[in-house]
């Protein structure tokens, strides 16, 4: 069965930092994206960006190129999502997942074909 | 770049049908796939479509994905509802490059 098993929820101050992690099984790790969604209280779904295990390409969606980074261990099959000095701001919902990246006319197309179950986080200021 | 708008809920009776938009604000809905989630309370998102019509392994056919260039939308239609339908659904496009954007999200609620 294909899993994605995220860490579990972070309680943490402002200006700290946090790494959350993302372990996939079931099926061949490093040959397949791997996403961050976010979710803040009461709102939608917004992309962050994506990973490709097997060489480590990152693409960020602009509006959180800068603010964190997506990184990955494929000895341990695992993502992350990572901030060096967290906000308020970022109490939220974090879901990974396996992206589908195909080619189109049009350019790249992405979805998510299996999610995590989320890592809650929150920052008090 | 773009935005995808959704209408934030729509409700029917168990055994109806329900249609919810997605209407794609600056460029072509068919320019790029249109995929869609199910988020039900407490329970990470699944896919019940993509590539604007097609449905992953398990998604009962009941769920089903359109596009129309003319109103510039797609459509997820969940014909038979049943009350384990009741969900957020979310839609997604991308712009070709590392845009990806995903609607507002709609609320279905069964009666």
């Known amino acids: 069965e294909v899993q994605l098993v995220q860490s579990g929820a972070e309680v943490k101050k402002s200006g700290e930092s946090l790494k959350i992690s993302c372990k996939g099984s079931?099926?061949?790790?490093?040959?397949?994206?791997i996403g961050w969604v976010r979710q803040m209280p009461g709102q939608g779904l917004e992309w962050m960006g994506i990973i490709y295990p097997g060489d480590s390409e990152t693409r960020y969606s602009p509006s959180f190129q800068g603010q964190v980074t997506i990184s990955v261990d494929k000895s341990i099959s695992t993502a992350y999502l990572q901030w060096s000095s967290l906000k308020a701001s970022d109490t939220a919902m974090y879901y990974c997942?396996?992206?589908?990246?195909?080619?189109?006319?049009?350019?790249?197309?992405?979805?998510?074909?299996?999610w995590g179950i989320g890592t809650t986080v929150t920052v008090s200021s | 770049n773009f935005m995808l708008t959704q209408p934030h809920s729509v409700s029917e009776s168990p055994g109806k049908t329900v249609t919810i938009s997605c209407t794609r604000r600056?460029?072509?809905?068919?320019?790029?796939?249109v995929q869609w989630y199910q988020r039900r309370p407490g329970i990470s998102p699944t896919t019940v479509i993509y590539?604007?019509?097609?449905?992953p392994s398990g998604v009962p056919d009941r769920f089903s994905g359109s596009i129309d260039s003319s109103s510039n939308s797609a459509f997820l239609t969940i014909s038979g509802l049943k009350t384990e339908d009741e969900a957020d659904y979310y839609c997604q496009s991308s712009d070709g490059t590392n845009y990806v954007v995903f609607g507002g999200g709609t609320k279905v609620t069964v009666l």
């Open positions: 590539e604007n019509n097609q449905r």
């Open positions: 600056s460029g072509s809905i068919d320019s790029n796939f």
């Open positions: 079931g099926y061949s790790f490093i040959s397949h994206w």
């Open positions: 997942a396996r992206v589908v990246v195909g080619a189109s006319t049009a350019g790249y197309y992405y979805f998510m074909d299996v």
